[in-house]
């Protein structure tokens, strides 16, 4: 059971690290997009999309991981700090679909300002790493916050 808890512990922080790592590869990417040719901007926004990709994947891992981790170990769910992950997980998750995924789509019609978008996806990438982060806080130090 030990062995088993383990285990899932280290799948839960292997996908912590896949699901805030590659999002630092997202602000080089989008800054290189400004003022570029078709196929350039084409390989770029492939690149973006499997970043997406990988970090949503891995979010769904790292849910799943964590839930298990509650289900089989000594951490009970009502805990504040698994709490108060629960309610940054709830608004991160708001970010990744709307602002990502929406903005990507808008990003091919032909009334849209790429400029813009750009900004917004770049300050979105900045705000989801903040809400990452300050997850891995909470699992890390564990605080008893009420
Ligand atoms: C559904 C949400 C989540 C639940 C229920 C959950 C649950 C847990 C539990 C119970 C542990 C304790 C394992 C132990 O030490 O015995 C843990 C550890 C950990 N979690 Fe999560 N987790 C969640 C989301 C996250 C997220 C979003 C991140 C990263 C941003 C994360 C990163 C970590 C890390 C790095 C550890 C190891 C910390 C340590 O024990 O020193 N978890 N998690």
Same mark, same amino acid.
């Given at each position: 059971m030990n062995y088993m808890y383990g285990t899932i512990v280290f799948v839960h922080v292997v $996908? %912590?690290?896949?699901?805030?790592?590659?999002?630092?590869?997202?602000?080089?990417?989008?800054?290189?997009?400004?003022?570029?040719?078709?196929?350039?901007? $084409? %390989?770029?926004l492939s690149v973006i999309h499997v970043i997406i990709r990988i970090v949503m994947h891995s979010g769904h891992m790292l849910v799943i991981s964590g839930v298990l981790l509650i289900l089989t170990g000594p951490w009970p769910w009502y805990a504040s700090w698994v709490i108060a992950t629960l309610a940054v997980l709830l608004l991160s998750g708001v970010f990744l679909s709307t602002g990502f995924t929406k903005v990507l789509r808008k990003y091919h019609l032909p009334e849209s300002n790429k400029g813009d978008l750009l900004t917004i996806l770049n300050r979105t990438s900045w705000i989801y790493i903040g809400l990452m982060l300050i997850m891995l806080w909470l699992m890390v130090q564990k605080p008893m916050l009420w």
């Open positions: $996908s %912590a690290v896949l699901s805030i790592g590659p999002l630092f590869l997202l602000m080089p990417t989008i800054k290189r997009l400004r003022n570029v040719d078709v196929s350039t901007e $084409s %390989a770029y």
